[in-house]
Structures are given as structure tokens and as C-alpha cells.
């Protein structure tokens, strides 16, 4: 009812007053959800009619604030629905009904149905709906982490690196741990006017530019930015990247099946990285006496270039099928509130956020059923009611940006919102920022000369603008396609583990326990790559390490991917396809089935094999009397099927330790890598061909049999199961073993290790062919023991001297040695 979305308050005070009471409403409900969570079946919206009770009778000035949820209205369906409502309301004073009725609309559809059409979501299509362009889109935000984005205030921030915050993000924890002071943070709020004469020239001059108000918006927010981040303390030659977040009407994208007939949300976005812009170059701009505007157009059209090649790249399209694919298979409203909760980010994702709503009577009203010319537009004036100025803004206080402008063109006056969150920026800050950027907006649009000269984009390196990425793109969809079958089988069995975990928190650390080293694989490849081709180099040695040549091709690189965006963007979408194919040939069980098969419930001899066995299936007879004391002690692993490991290493060992009560574990894994044979011209210049060291720990259940030890790494525990020894006939020690570990969430095996462990470091063809037949006989095949599904480990032999050389001899010097040491020794420690 009428009750339920309208409240009346009566303001004295005239018009200072009236303004007060509307602000006051505008910033408790800007923050407060409360009102719509506790009802429960809604409204999901409300009006607060406040009037001017002291002056101008009925007829005097008031103010209406508008609240609603966001899911279901942005501010371009707002707009139609008070446009309707003052309409209405004037036909029913003058006529006492209302002359042209609106007509009855549907429920508003989804954003993804509106931009991808009916039936063609992730769940419809899956990884026919990927396209070269999806997989660019992907690759660009990827990339956007690595040019290091300004997020917070010098005196905000620690210095936190926000490609580590996205990783410890995705693993399922908040960056730099989690802030108690995340749920204090509040809107602040400023309003400023543009005035209509200084609007209107904006816009010629923008034109004059070849860009739009909206290119010139995000140019004026980035270089105000610049003015603010330093927090007071001014650092000379000091410059920074900005990330900035330009919102977009997605009814304009796409299959476009959304009309704006009722209310929506079809919000949507871009982002734009500019950068690196000096510290206070607006301010550097504002207080010039002769003018100079380079940089501010510069910015302007750098915004057009990329929202064009954003738009003309189908990346609308791309940016919903990647936001559909990752609310299918993750939970979103997790990842946004550990952001939200971050210490590092503070929840800020973004230097800073512009949304234009445009011309507020240029769009277009209700449809009405006597509207035979076709709807007409938003009208100013309705009967006595006139809208004179509109203000609009959404929270920021739990995640969003740094900086936020919202804005409006009423009656040829541009409105603006400023509305960050409180405490990263104050209400002082916030004040002087809103007239910071009122000013440079100001002295652009009246300055005597607008810079008509486009800076120069050809550059050195003459490639057709969107060539290079689309060539690198279709590699990249082509590396995806030979592998659909798998991915497809991967999803299936993701989203099964993710039905029938009851606690969310398990399924996200056996996803992110795969996630680990699924990622770890293909990223080790490039560096051994770059290693050998580095050692490998011609030419003279500088300081008897690095080829003269070798350095040379880097500076060239480094040029060319500092000259020209298109090489820089086709070598990012370039990278994500070679890393998407690789994960795709490990699904595959195509990169190697010893160490990098990772598909989930993988097949074995073409029948899907479902979960982990039970020890009982497994155990063989040798484990009769078994003591764990006697296992104790170094052992030589010989091979294995397990992609927790790598196949690049070497002379790997496994020292394991009782805890002084018995009751837990240490498994002292010793690796050196690369091996000769993965690496053959830098294998000994690694900080790690003379050895290193990381440990497992874990406990024994006093409620397992003897021979299963409880193994806990990376946020996960599972069993690892002793499966057979072979004892010496005349000591009774162990003399080989054959471990098993495996993780199983919901029916699902996420993960199977096996390893063949020997006392001695070398074994005979004969010892290894009878350790496979008692894995199969274990019944352990199907889980990865045949021989052409295990790895084995390189040996370069006991009594081969340390490694000596000028890469070794620089490691020791710059102390990464000790540093190993340490760190093997403060895990040893914090194991225990």
C-alpha cells in the first residue's frame, strides 16, 4: 500500500532547512539496507516526501528521496519511474484520474538475458559461449593487476600488492588478513552544481576534443585524484596507475532485449587504467595561468580509445558471460565480502568511479497505451510540479572506490554526487575534493583554446589496432576447444562436489587446494623457458652471469612492451591462452599423467573412477604388524603420480619424524631442480640445484588402524594411506614402501598421490616392476600406479659434488642460501 513506500516529513526552516532534512534522509538511507531486509517480502523500495511546511504553502518547494534495493532499479529506470509517478499524480489533480494509462509490464528480466539473450547462459552453452574475445577480456583483467592500480591514500595504505590480495582473495582469505573496522566505514556526501553555462561549454569543448562529457568526466576524476593521494604529504616526481570505474547502461549491449520499460538494474561497467599520471596534476592544471590542457584531453581521448575498443571487442557481452560463468560455479557474495573485510584494500577495488546518467529529459518515459507516435520523452515539468535538480549515488562503504562521482544533467545544469566512504575519506577530504573537481571541470570548459591537436598514437610500432590480441585470442580459443571435452567434465564434477559438500567452507579448500597447483604447473614452465634461452645465449658474459646478448633482447622486449599497448595487450591474452591450454592438456591427462593429471574423478582405461577407496580396499597383507617407529627415517622417492609435485625437480627425499608424544608427524620434503634433463643449460645455476627443503605435517588418529597417517597442507587434511612395505628378510626394516593419498569432497576425488619410496637411492628395472604389481594388486591402478601413469624421479647420484659455479657463488652471496635455511627451519618449527 501507499503506507508502505511513502513518508511525509514537514520541514521548518525554508529553504535551508528543506535542503538539510532531504540531505540528512539521503545519506542514512544511502548505507541503511535495514528497512528492506526486515520486511522481508518487500517493497524493495521507498519514497520520503519531505516539504516545506514554513513557506510557499502546497505549492512551495519540496524534495523527494528516492531508496531502493539496487538489485532491481538503476538510475536510468528511477528516472522513468518518478517521471511516471509526477505525470500521474499531476492528470489526477487535473482530470481526477489519470488520462493515459502506463502500461502493465512483466517482471523485469535479468541482465544476463538482456545482454546475452534468452537461453544462453554458462548453464545453457557452458564453453560454447567462449569466443577469442572472452578469452582477451579474461587476459586484460588479469593484466590490469600487474600495472599495480592506486587504491587507497598514501595514508592509508601499507604497500600491500594487489596481485597477491586477488590471489589470497581467490584462495578464500581476506588480503592482509581481515579488518574489525570494515563494517564502521560510511558514505560521505558532497553536491555540487556545474552551471549551466559552464555545462554547456564542457560540451563544446569536448566536442571540440572529439570526445564525450563522459570521457571528460573520468579524465577530470583521475587527474583530481592525483591531487588527493599522496594524503597531504606531497612526494615530488611521484607517479602512480589509476583503475578507474566507468559505469555503463547494458541495455545498450549485446541482444539489448531489455527496453527500460519498468524498473531494472542493467548496471554495468568498464574499467579504464590510465597511468601513470604525476602526483597533483589536476592541481597542476587548475592553477596555471596560461592553460595548459594537453593532459586532461590526452586523458579524455585515452578514455574514448579504450571504452571504444572495450565496446567494439564485444566486451559487454564478454564481461557478463565471464560474470555469469563465475556466479554459476563460485560464491560471489564470499569473495565480496572477504574484500570487503581486507586489511590491504580496505574494500577498494578501484582509484576511482564515474557514472553520467546523461541528460535527464533526453531519455525516454513510461510506455502508455494511447502512445501511438511511440513513448515520449521525460519531461521537466509535469502540471505545477517542475523538477529543478537531481542527485543520485550508491554505496561505497563496503567495497567499491576510492573516489566515486555520480552525475545528472537537469535543466542544462550538471548535478553531481560525491560519495566515497568514510574513514578512507574523510568528510574534510571529501569537501575539498568536490571543489577541487568542480574547478578543473570549470576552468576546461572556459578556457580561451581547446588542445585540438590528438596526440600522436601511431607509434613505432605500426600494427593494426586489435590485431595482435585477436590473433593471440583465437590461439587461445583453439587451445580451449581441443580440450572442451575435459573442461566440460570438469565443471560437471566442480559443481557436484560443490551440491553435495554441506559446509561451503570444505568445498572452497579442496577447490582452492587445486587451484594451488593447477596454476603452479604452467607458470614454471616460462621460467624454465627463459632460463635456458638466458644460459643459452651467445656473446660475451657480463660479470661472468649473464650473456651480453641476452640482455640486449630484454631491453628490446621491455621497449616494445612499454611502446606499443597492442603488442603489451596481444602478449597478456597471448599468456592466458598458453596457461588456459596447459590446464586444459592436464584436464586432458595430456601434460603428463605422473604430475600434472588433473581432472577430477579422471578415468582410468576409459571408465570414470568415482572417490577414494577405503583403506581396507587397498591395505595388503605386508602391513600386518606394521610399526610406525621403524618407518621413520629418510627415504628415496622413485616415482609417483601426484601433481602436488613437479617433474622438473630432482633427488627428491622424504625424512619423516614421530613428534616426542607420537601423536603427530614431519615429513621433511627435500627437493633439487631443475633437473638436468628439464633444463639443460641452466639446471646448476638455479639457488636451488644444491637443494631445498619444505615440510609436511600431520597426526596420527589414535581411531586409524596402524599405516594411516593424517597429512594436513594447504588447507586441506586427508588420509595418507601406507599401503604395502617390504621388510629386509634378516633386520625387519623397511626397505620400500608404497604410499597413497587421496581427497574425496562430496563423491568427488579432487586429488590421488602415490608414491614408490625406497631406502636405497637407486633401484633395479626388476625391484621396480615387482612395486607395480603390488600396487596393482592393491587395486591401485585405477588411481594412477601403472607405469605409464607415474613420473620417475631424476637421480644425479649420492656422491656427486656440490654444485660450484658463478651462479651459485652469487646466490651465496647475496645470501639466498640462508635465507632457505631459515625458512625450512620456521616451518619445521611452526609445525610442531
Not at 557 to 585: C, D, H, M, P, Q
Request: overall charge negative; glycine content about 10%.
Amino acid at each position: 500500500t501507499c503506507k508502505d513506500v511513502l513518508r511525509v516529513v514537514d520541514v521548518d526552516g525554508g529553504s535551508e532547512g528543506l535542503e538539510r532534512s532531504w540531505k540528512a534522509n539521503f545519506a542514512e538511507d544511502i548505507d541503511d539496507g535495514s528497512w528492506y531486509e526486515k520486511s522481508g517480502n518487500g517493497p524493495l523500495w521507498k519514497l520520503t516526501l519531505h516539504r516545506n511546511v514554513g513557506g510557499g504553502g502546497v505549492d512551495g518547494p519540496c524534495a523527494i528521496v528516492f531508496s531502493s534495493n539496487h538489485a532491481i532499479s538503476d538510475q536510468g529506470s528511477v528516472n522513468v519511474l518518478m517521471d511516471q509517478l509526477l505525470a500521474d499524480v499531476a492528470s489526477i489533480e487535473q482530470s481526477q484520474s489519470i488520462s493515459n494509462m502506463p502500461v502493465s509490464q512483466d517482471v523485469p528480466m535479468a541482465m544476463e538475458d538482456s545482454v546475452l539473450g534468452a537461453d544462453n547462459r554458462w548453464s545453457d552453452v557452458e564453453t560454447d559461449g567462449v569466443s577469442p574475445g572472452t578469452i582477451k577480456y579474461v587476459a586484460d583483467k588479469a593484466a590490469e593487476g600487474f600495472r599495480s592500480p592506486v587504491i587507497l591514500p598514501d595514508d592509508a595504505n601499507d604497500g600491500s600488492n594487489s596481485v597477491v590480495g586477488a590471489i589470497s582473495t581467490i584462495m578464500g582469505k581476506s588480503a592482509g588478513g581481515e579488518s574489525e573496522a570494515s563494517s564502521e566505514r560510511k558514505t560521505v556526501l558532497q553536491f555540487r552544481n556545474l552551471s549551466e553555462e559552464s555545462t554547456s561549454a564542457l560540451l563544446e569543448a569536448c566536442r571540440a576534443n572529439g570526445v564525450s562529457i563522459t570521457n571528460a568526466l573520468v579524465a577530470a576524476m583521475a587527474l583530481t585524484s592525483t591531487d588527493f593521494i599522496d594524503g597531504g604529504d606531497p612526494k615530488k616526481g611521484k607517479e602512480r596507475n589509476y583503475k578507474v570505474l566507468q559505469s555503463l547502461d547494458m541495455r545498450r549491449f549485446g541482444a539489448q532485449l531489455d527496453k527500460c520499460d519498468t524498473v531494472a538494474c542493467m548496471a554495468g561497467s568498464n574499467d579504464l587504467m590510465l597511468g601513470p599520471l604525476p602526483d597533483r596534476s589536476g592541481e597542476s592544471i587548475r592553477s596555471s595561468s596560461g592553460g595548459d590542457e594537453t593532459l586532461f584531453w590526452d586523458l579524455a581521448r585515452e578514455g574514448r580509445d579504450q571504452t571504444n575498443q572495450f565496446v567494439e571487442s564485444d566486451g559487454p557481452v564478454n564481461a557478463v558471460r565471464v560474470f555469469d560463468f563465475a556466479m554459476t560455479i563460485s560464491d560471489m557474495n564470499n569473495l565480496v565480502d572477504l574484500t570487503a573485510k581486507s586489511k590491504d584494500s580496505q574494500g577498494r577495488a578501484y582509484s576511482a568511479g564515474v557514472s553520467n546518467n546523461g541528460v535527464y529529459d533526453r531519455q525516454r518515459a513510461v510506455r502508455r497505451e494511447n502512445d501511438d507516435k511511440g513513448r515520449e520523452s521525460i519531461q521537466t515539468k509535469h502540471g505545477k510540479y517542475e523538477v529543478q535538480d537531481i542527485y543520485f549515488g550508491t554505496p561505497h562503504s563496503r567495497s567499491g572506490c576510492l573516489y566515486q562521482v555520480s552525475t545528472m544533467t537537469v535543466n542544462g545544469s550538471m548535478k553531481l554526487t560525491f560519495h566515497p566512504a568514510s574513514p578512507i575519506v574523510g568528510e574534510e577530504t571529501n569537501s575539498k575534493f568536490a571543489d577541487a573537481f568542480v574547478d578543473l571541470l570549470e576552468k576546461i570548459a572556459n578556457a580561451n583554446e581547446s588542445d585540438k591537436s590528438a596526440t600522436a598514437r601511431s607509434g613505432l610500432l605500426n600494427i593494426p589496432e586489435g590485431s595482435l590480441s585477436l590473433a593471440a585470442a583465437a590461439l587461445g580459443v583453439f587451445g580451449v576447444a581441443i580440450h572442451a571435452g575435459a573442461w566440460s567434465e570438469f565443471f560437471s564434477n566442480l559443481a557436484l562436489m560443490k551440491e553435495n559438500v554441506q559446509n561451503p567452507q570444505d568445498f572452497w579448500d579442496a577447490f582452492n587446494f587445486w587451484v594451488f597447483f593447477a596454476v603452479g604447473h604452467p607458470l614454471l614452465q616460462p621460467i624454465l623457458w627463459i632460463s635456458d634461452v638466458l644460459h643459452g645465449s651467445p656473446g660475451p658474459m657480463v660479470f661472468d652471469l649473464v650473456p651480453a646478448t641476452f640482455l640486449m633482447a630484454n631491453i628490446l622486449f621491455i621497449g616494445a612492451t612499454a611502446w606499443s599497448k597492442e603488442f603489451r595487450g596481444a602478449l597478456n591474452v597471448a599468456a592466458l591462452s598458453a596457461f588456459l591450454t596447459y590446464v586444459g592438456a592436464g584436464l586432458d591427462g595430456q601434460a603428463g599423467l605422473g604430475d600434472f593429471n588433473l581432472q577430477l574423478n579422471d578415468s582410468y582405461q576409459g571408465q570414470v573412477v568415482k572417490g577414494c577407496p577405503t583403506y581396507d580396499e587397498v591395505r595388503q597383507p605386508s602391513m600386518d604388524g606394521f610399526d610406525l617407529e621403524k618407518y621413520q627415517g629418510k627415504w628415496y622417492e622413485q616415482k609417483f603420480h601426484d601433481w602436488t609435485q613437479f617433474k622438473e625437480v630432482y633427488d627428491t627425499t622424504l625424512d619423516i619424524k614421530l613428534t616426542s608424544d607420537k601423536k603427530g608427524w614431519i615429513d621433511d620434503f627435500g627437493v633439487k631442480g631443475p633437473a638436468p634433463d628439464s633444463a639443460k643449460l641452466s639446471w646448476d645455476k638455479s639457488p636451488v640445484a644444491n637443494g631445498a627443503h619444505y615440510f609436511m605435517f600431520g597426526r596420527v588418529d589414535e581411531n586409524d588402524p596402524p599405516g594411516i597417517l593424517r597429512e594436513k597442507g594447504f588447507g586441506v587434511e586427508f588420509p595418507n594411506y601406507i599401503v604395502d612395505v617390504k621388510k629386509d628378510p634378516v633386520t625387519g626394516d623397511y626397505t620400500e614402501a608404497i604410499q597413497f593419498q587421496c581427497l574425496d569432497r562430496g563423491g568427488v576425488r579432487v586429488f590421488e598421490g602415490i608414491n614408490f619410496m625406497s631406502r636405497n637411492p637407486v633401484m633395479t628395472d626388476v625391484e621396480m616392476k615387482a612395486m607395480h604389481q603390488r600396487a596393482k594388486d592393491a587395486g591401485m591402478y585405477p588411481f594412477g600406479a601403472s607405469e605409464e601413469q607415474m613420473h620417475m624421479v631424476a637421480r644425479r647420484g649420492e656422491d656427486e659434488p656440490k654444485i660450484d659455479n658463478s651462479w651459485q657463488r652469487m646466490w651465496h652471496a647475496i645470501g639466498v642460501d640462508k635465507v632457505l635455511e631459515l625458512l625450512a627451519e620456521s616451518i619445521e618449527d611452526g609445525g610442531r
